[in-house]
């Protein structure tokens, strides 16, 4: 039988195998870097060495230049973001709230904001604009009027926000107060005062009952007056013409003259 012959690699083979797969490897990670994927809701902004060379990169797949370009993505959907903070009532009065706020970058100004400020907007821009625009409306109000006007300070500090962030190309869609929080001095006041409004509507209640079942009676014997004195009109007249006919002898009166007057008390009596 005949034994096959294994051929053994030299040093220089090797190392020359090695070479080529190196070279396909490095070749095969070129391409790959070579391009950018950009989804739909997303703007994307070539920069090259630190500066913008092309601002109008579509959705879907882009070339870049290797290890020399990036492509930086913006996102343009609607965003949110939560921000807890606190501040001072126009009656001094420490408000702790948490608000949340709807937001988007304007395609068209993505670039600008992108050298401007760069990617960390929200942190830099967007959360300092939102502090300062709730401090601003809050101290225009009173803590009760911060309650009983909640949807007008919501839209008043839209349109603070709208105001310092709109040069950036931030859109500011919705501004909600989700909670409102005061110190427990201020909770007890409230519920103190609460309970006394309370009372003297109650107060209020009953003295307006009182004053109906006043009027009803007044009423109710004035009625019965008017009844009374009827009635008594009645009998009475009921009694003449029964002293009338109990005194009448069935003849009628002789009268002389067109100006005679019966004298009907003379038959009474």
Known sequence: ??????????????????TIVGICLLVFILFLSSFRTIKSG???????FGKVVNSKLHDGVNFKAPFVEKIVKMNVQVQKVEV?????????????????VNYRIDAKKATDLYKNVGTKYEEV????????SIKAVTSKYTAEELITHRSEVSNGCMKEL??????????????????FSFSTEFNKAIE????????????????????????????KAEAEKKANELKQQTLTDNIIKEKFIEKWNGELPKVSGSNSIIDIDGLIK
């Not at 997303?42 to 090259?48: P, Y």
């Not at 821009?125 to 300062?132: D, M, S, T, Y």
């Not at 709109?166 to 859109?171: E, F, R």
Request: hydrophobic fraction near 40%; glycine fraction near 2%; aromatic fraction near 2%.
């Open 1 to 18: 039988m005949k034994v096959k012959e294994v051929k053994v690699l030299n040093e220089k083979e090797k190392k020359k195998i090695v």
């Open 42 to 48: 997303q703007v994307g902004i070539k920069v090259r």
């Open 84 to 100: 807890e903070t606190s501040s001072a009532s126009k009656d001094l009065q420490d408000v702790n709230m948490m608000l949340a």
């Open 125 to 132: 821009v967007l959360q300092p604009a939102i502090q300062e």
């Open 162 to 179: 709208e105001n310092k962030v709109k040069k950036y190309g931030i859109v500011v869609d919705n501004f909600n107060i989700t909670n």
């Open 192 to 219: 103190e005062k609460q309970i006394a409004e309370q009372k003297v509507l109650t107060a209020k209640q009953e003295l307006e009952k009182e004053k109906i079942e006043a009027e009803k009676k007044v009423v």
